[in-house]
């Protein structure tokens, strides 16, 4: 059976024990940007965070895209969240390429290049690029000063969370 029809099957038996208050409007407190990386999945557990309580925005990288921002606006100027939290990680996958190499190697798999993505959000410095994405979010005008904006990074061989903070990252990017 695939893992599709698995899941198929657990939802009809796991479905007649449903809490029907999660119709309710949602109410987080937290908004968390991490990376799609499926070694994540139990992070909320890990910070003993509920699920009610985070709004968790995925992507590969832990990119503060576009589509990130149009997320947290909702989270923000509509759920109310206060706090976000961006949450890199040793041992990603996008430290594996440079830009020009990714791109090459899809081009290699597919035969075909393409406009979109205009960029992948490589990088080789998980801390580096952790403080960036506090940086690029707290200087968007659509979310208010009063939103706290912190940067982690979790160890996965340790399973440790370290603060990175951003006033690290404004040196290193004026040197």
């Known amino acids: 059976m695939s893992l599709i ?6 939802n009809r038996k796991n479905a007649r024990h449903h809490d029907p208050s999660l119709a309710n409007k949602p109410a987080p407190k937290v908004a968390i940007l991490t990376c799609m990386d499926p070694r994540l999945n139990d992070l909320l557990q890990w910070l003993e965070i509920k699920p009610a309580d985070a709004d968790v925005i995925r992507n590969v990288g832990t990119a503060a895209t576009e589509d990130v921002v149009r997320s947290l606006m909702f989270s923000i100027h ?5 706090e976000v939290m961006i949450v890199g990680h040793t041992g990603c996958g996008m430290e594996i390429f440079s830009e020009e190499e990714f791109e090459n190697h899809i081009h290699t798999q597919t035969g075909a290049w393409a406009v979109a993505p205009d960029r992948f959000h490589c990088y080789k410095d998980v801390n580096l690029v952790t ?7 707290r200087s968007h005008p659509w979310i208010p000063s009063e939103v706290v904006i912190r940067g982690f990074v ?10 990175v903070t951003p006033k690290d990252a404004k040196n290193r990017l004026a040197a």
């Not at 509509?78 to 206060?82: D, I, K, T």
């Not at 979790?154 to 603060?163: A, I």
């Open 78 to 82: 509509v759920l109310g969240v206060r």
């Open 5 to 10: 029809e698995n899941a198929i099957a657990a």
């Open 154 to 163: 979790f160890d996965l061989s340790t399973g440790e969370l370290r603060e």
């Open 131 to 137: 403080q960036r994405q506090v940086l690029k979010l």
